[in-house]
């Protein structure tokens, strides 16, 4: 009799569960949610490198495209990827994960593709630099700026080249 009393006693109250609509406020001090940007994504692997709990992954499709994989089961919070990322590709959001399934996965995982693109120079293919790097680079042209690291560092070397070639011809000539 005790539990037919109990069991009808649970079916007449409302509900403890928790809707999506009635999440709790959420407290200053939460670092938030990870989202990342491709467009400012360099695949350089510092994020990854620096998640201890291997959080964010990458896989590269050679010649085509590097994927950046981020899953939040794993996720500690720690905030180290969005303070290394040279890029500021990674950012943390102030609110809290959804608790629903959306439409793009399963709300726990996130992945951003970052296509390549041939170099003008050499063309091997390549990540590249995003606009606010290539515009914080003093001494780029424009040219420049769809040459691949390796065309960046040999272009680079030959500019010193030339500076100091004047330089040393002056000191020869005395």
């Not at 949610?33 to 695949?43: F, V």
């Not at 994020?47 to 964010?56: E, N, Q």
């Not at 992945?111 to 680079?137: F, I, N, Y």
């Not at 040459?147 to 030339?162: I, N, Q, V």
Request: net charge positive.
């Amino acid at each position: 009799m005790a539990m037919l009393k109990t069991i009808l006693g649970n079916l007449l109250r409302p509900p403890r569960t928790r809707g999506p609509a009635d999440m709790p406020d959420v407290p200053p001090v939460y670092r938030g949610a990870l989202a990342h940007d491709a467009a400012r994504c360099t695949a350089c692997g510092t994020c990854a490198f620096v998640c201890a709990p291997k959080a964010i992954t990458f896989t590269q499709d050679p010649g085509v495209s590097v994927s950046w994989h981020f899953f939040i089961g794993q996720c500690s919070f720690c905030g180290l990827c969005a303070q290394n990322c040279p890029t500021q590709a990674i950012g943390l959001q102030a609110d809290a994960p959804g608790a629903t399934n959306s439409a793009a996965g399963d709300g726990l995982r996130l992945e951003s593709v970052v296509r390549l693109q041939p170099c003008t120079r050499c063309g091997a293919a390549h990540v590249p630099l995003p606009d606010a790097v290539m515009e914080a680079l003093w001494g780029v042209g424009e040219a420049e700026r769809g040459y691949c690291p390796e065309c960046r560092r040999r272009a680079a070397s030959e500019k010193l080249r030339a500076a100091f070639v004047p330089v040393q011809e002056a000191h020869h000539d005395r």
